[in-house]
Nanobody, 127 residues
Framework: QVQLVESGGGLVQAGGSLRLSCAASGRTFSSYAMGWFRHTPGKEREFVAVISRSGGITYYADSVKGRFTISRDNAKNTVYLQMNSLKPEDTAVYYC????????????????????WGQGTQVTVSS
């Protein structure tokens, strides 16, 4: 089992940047593919980005491609989401999630694939 704690959210002007972090407990962080999702009231939780166990495979939603970068540091049990050129439509609660997998390069973009979730961190982008 793993516990996830997000941090780094806040209020930023359009065009600005934020870096979200997600710290995981436990000694098996490298056994999990890690994803970032976001939720806005009235909408379903939306896939943002995912990174494989090895860190060698990443995948992004079209809406953030070229602006957001996901990375991980398995030695620090942490996954990051660097968000640049932020837009008001990026405003949401951002969640990290962990999917246990035996496959080094496997990734998932659906919420139901993920077993563990953090509590979320609010990102607000003002126009």
């Amino acid at each position: 089992q793993v516990q996830l704690v997000e941090s780094g959210g806040g209020l930023v002007q359009a065009g600005g940047s934020l870096r979200l972090s997600c710290a995981a407990s436990g000694r098996t962080f490298s056994s999990y593919a890690m994803g970032w999702f976001r939720h806005t009231p009235g909408k379903e939780r939306e896939f943002v980005a995912v990174i494989s166990r090895s860190g060698g495979i990443t995948y992004y939603a079209d809406s953030v491609k070229g602006r957001f970068t996901i990375s991980r540091d398995n030695a620090k049990n942490t996954v990051y989401l660097q968000m640049n050129s932020l837009k008001p439509e990026d405003t949401a609660v951002y969640y990290c999630a962990a999917e246990p997998t035996a496959r080094l390069h496997f990734i998932q973009v659906v919420t139901t694939a993920y077993d563990y979730w953090g509590q979320g961190t609010q990102v607000t982008v003002s126009s």
